[in-house]
């Protein structure tokens, strides 16, 4: 029995010392940028958005407008996946990630993958307040072993008409699910755990209701079928 015991602590022993343990995702900043008017984090606004993410920044959030008119809408995530060394208890920076992105982005879709600028690398947190998105992925696996600091953005450009009204939709999940649209994903190297981004935009247009004639239009449609009514009575005689 003693034998068997020491056994099972030798095995959890080398266990501990060869594989490390890994620490959930962290949000570490969020952005928006609605119409040209920005939310941040970094002042301690509120998401103009629908919907509540976890205590790791997971979740989908919605925003919904039905103004007439041309829209914008940005979102910008920056999450750190901090590694865990439980032979030396300590943690390791988030600087060992990189950026993917999968599919091709829809028509009026944008985004970016980048440093967000915190000190003076990269670009990304300043453009999302600017309004603009370049469409590019500036760390990929090529960055890789150096590292980086991954944040990611994704945009909508949109145009309403009367009657119409739009719902995007916001998704941070560590388990992509039955979605095989564009998206974009932050990995860490090291331990692979991953987060997927992804964003649909749904336009609905309401069924408007046809326009109640005025009293003079309903004058002349009705004496315009005083001629007709006379021609058919002449014709049945």
Do not use: C
Request: without cysteine; hydrophobic residues 40%; charged residues 20%.
């Amino acid at each position: 029995m003693r034998n068997i015991s020491r056994e099972i602590f030798v095995f959890f022993f080398i266990l501990s010392w060869v594989s490390p343990a890994w620490s959930a995702p962290i949000l570490y900043d969020w952005a928006f940028n609605v119409d040209g008017i920005t939310y941040e984090n970094y002042n301690g606004d509120m998401m103009p958005t629908q919907g509540v993410l976890d205590s790791n920044g997971l979740g989908t959030l919605t925003w919904s407008v039905d103004a007439v008119g041309s829209h914008s809408f940005i979102s910008f995530f920056d999450f750190q996946i901090d590694e865990y060394d439980a032979q030396e208890g300590t943690y390791y920076s988030a600087f060992n990630e990189y950026g993917e992105t999968f599919g091709l982005n829809d028509s009026g879709q944008s985004f970016e993958i980048d440093e967000p600028g915190w000190a003076g690398i990269g670009d990304l947190y300043w453009n999302v307040l600017d309004g603009t998105l370049d469409d590019t992925n500036s760390i990929d696996s090529d960055d890789y072993p150096n590292g980086d600091n991954v944040s990611m953005a994704m945009g909508w450009d949109f145009t309403l008409d009367e009657g119409q009204s739009a719902t995007i939709s916001l998704t941070l999940t560590q388990d992509l699910i039955d979605f095989d649209g564009f998206y974009l994903f932050q990995i860490d190297a090291e331990s692979q755990e991953t987060i997927y981004f992804y964003s649909t935009l749904d336009i609905q247009s309401d069924d408007v209701p046809l326009p109640v004639p005025e009293p003079s239009t309903m004058l002349l449609l009705g004496s315009g079928l005083v001629p007709l009514i006379s021609t058919r009575k002449r014709i049945m005689r």
